[in-house]
């Protein structure tokens, strides 16, 4: 699908992901807008889609190739007209986020770049920064050490509380490391099976320091999520807050929800905002968090300075997270072309719902408008969001998360994001289905941990 030359924005999201897909289904539903993927190499998460025009760019790591990559692209999407229409550039991941801040001054005068300056997201997305911005705040996160891994390694305390959750502070610098059994996050039995990682990390060319973490009792249904979006001033207009009924458990995606039911926590919605404001966060941060059995208190693990992947249960629930970047980065006149009563639309079984069709104080069609001073808009649609077939789901329903996802499913309230009535190509198609049965094969390979 190429873009049209009607088009009068073009939204370029760097990244291959199922959130780089979702955020390009919610620029179509919102606007009929077609997006510009760029992803390292095209895959079938991205082809064949009637909102995404991909544009490969070949590789993530050698930075300049990527910024040459999107210097041209920008070139060719603005060729005609003297008033070029403008070009929002998005990244999936911390990887591409930070790409695209650390390379600001060579982007921005071709894309508008919707994230905070270099130096406000590494104090907030690089974890070691996080938790002790957690600790002046007296935001609850668990016990954490953050240890060098470079040539000048401190000791170790000796009352380490294993087992231990060990994971990168830079995740961004953590793609480029290379050692054998490498996972996204590390669950550390002992001492021994602790230093034996700590000497493959040494040679693996990543530097910068690893995050030690107490292993917070619980399965999956304990994980939380909650996004938030922050107007240009540094107040936070909106949060949507979710609570996870199963994750992934793959080494290449462990960690990634595959089902969430949205919920509404006010005292976590609270703490997260008191950090973004702190911070004078702009646009849109996602937190990861777990409810500790062991108090009942919600502990922070990290913020994204992003969308995170499976954000699209914010959209599910009636706020387009499409249009919260178009109104405040475009400006409300790009907005004037949305799709009334989008919000929802083309989600497989979520059928239009009051909240996200018609308008509330503080909102526009599910949008917080600028300038409100009600407080932040909070998500209180009740949906389940999943990326696995229903049958599959239904075999890890767990606890109070658990039947809260079935009541849901009994409803008709479910919105996978691959499932969008506007995609028609018989290869899509043939992917979905393919996909899905994929699904089955990775959850008996890889099952979820019950507690």
Known sequence: MRIPDSQPFVPVILGGDIGT?????????????????VPAGSNGVL?????????????????????????????????DGANPRPLLLCGSLDLQVMLITRHRAAL????????????????????????ALCDELGVPHPRTL????????QPLPDDLPFPLIGKPADSSAWVRAKFAGKQKIHTIADRAELGDLLDRIAGSG???????????????????????????????????????????????????????????????????RRVLEHLGWTGFAMFDAKLDPRDGVVKFFELNPRLGRNHYYLTAAGHNAARFYVREYLGE??????????????????????????????TIAGTTVAGADTGPEILREEVLYTVLPLALLRRHLRGPVGEKAARLMRAGRVAN??????????????????????QFRKFRQYPPREA
């Open 333 to 362: 006149g790009y907005d004037a072309g949305a799709r009334p009563g989008r919000a929802a639309a083309g989600s497989a079984a979520v059928p239009p719902a009051g909240a996200g069709a018609g308008t509330s104080a503080g």
């Open 146 to 153: 953050a240890y060098r891994t470079d040539a000048h390694p």
């Open 21 to 37: 897909y979702s955020l390009a289904r919610e620029f179509h539903e919102a606007y009929g807008a077609v997006c510009v993927a």
């Open 206 to 272: 990543y530097g910068e320091p690893f995050i030690l973490q107490e292993l917070v009792p619980g399965g999956d249904t304990n994980m939380r999520l909650c996004t938030y979006f922050s107007d240009r001033s540094g107040t936070v207009r909106f949060a949507g807050y979710g609570e996870v009924v199963v994750e992934e458990h793959a080494p290449i995606v462990l960690g990634n929800s595959a089902g969430i039911v949205t919920a509404v926590n006010e005292e976590v919605i609270e703490q997260g």
């Open 47 to 79: 082809e064949h889609s009637v909102a995404i025009d991909v544009r490969p760019a070949g590789t993530m790591v050698d930075e300049d190739a990527v910024v040459a990559h999107l210097l041209d692209l920008a070139r060719e999407l603005t060729a």
């Open 417 to 438: 994001p691959l499932r969008y009535r506007a995609e028609r190509h018989p290869r899509r198609l043939l992917y979905i289905a393919l996909s899905s049965l994929n």
């Open 108 to 131: 921005e005068p071709r894309y508008t770049i919707p994230y905070v300056p270099l130096a406000t997201m590494e104090r907030a997305a690089l974890k070691q920064n996080f938790y």
